[in-house]
């Protein structure tokens, strides 16, 4: 079982992510072309979404993968068997954490059994629960956030898998 990266530093890690602005482009581009079979993954169960929440949902992805690459150690491509056993573990829980709505995140959070849970609860306060946008953020519809956030805690369960934490870290400490 991988250690879990404390809840400071992933939130520390994610805004440094966004404070980078474009530049951060680049990094989630190879990022995203790295883990490839995990980018189509998440594209092909991802419907169209209007105006710019498809980026935003790919960005998040890159969010993801970066935290685990930032976590040291190493990531390995993450394929089918990552992919699969991460859908097979959170499928059981999809249908419980419905409706979409504002208990959503509360559900989601009951349920110990998630890899990286600061991870996710990252994902859960950037698509629920950001009370105040910034101009350049999109909203996003609750039904949608709920799938994107699906998508991302699968994408979290098959990094986690693929993931060989460091032996020592400044965050293990």
């Known amino acids: ?37 995990l980018a189509r993954f998440f594209k092909a169960n991802i419907p169209d979404m209007p105006g710019q929440s498809g980026e935003v949902s790919l960005y998040l992805l890159a969010v993801v993968i970066r935290l685990f690459e930032r976590g040291g150690g190493r990531i390995g491509r993450i394929g089918g068997k990552e992919i699969d056993a991460a859908t097979k573990k959170i499928g059981a829980h999809a249908a419980l954490l419905m409706p979409a709505d504002a208990g959503f995140p509360n559900r989601v959070r009951a349920i110990d059994e998630r890899a990286q849970p600061h991870i996710l609860d990252e994902a859960l306060h950037a698509l629920f629960e950001r009370e105040t946008k910034k101009e350049e953020e999109v909203e996003m519809p ?15 369960e098959a990094c986690n898998i693929a993931w060989q934490p460091p032996k020592s870290a400044e ?3």
Do not use: I, K, Y
């Not at 079982?1 to 989630?28: I, K, T, Y």
């Not at 581009?29 to 790295?34: A, F, K, Q, T, V």
């Open 1 to 37: 079982m991988n250690p879990v990266l404390p809840r400071d530093v992933v939130h520390r890690w994610s805004e440094e992510c966004a404070a980078e602005g474009l530049a951060f482009q680049a990094v989630a581009r190879r990022l995203l072309e790295d883990q490839g079979r």
């Open 142 to 156: 609750p039904e949608q956030a709920a799938l994107v956030f699906l998508m991302l805690w699968a994408a979290t």
């Open 171 to 173: 965050w293990l400490a």
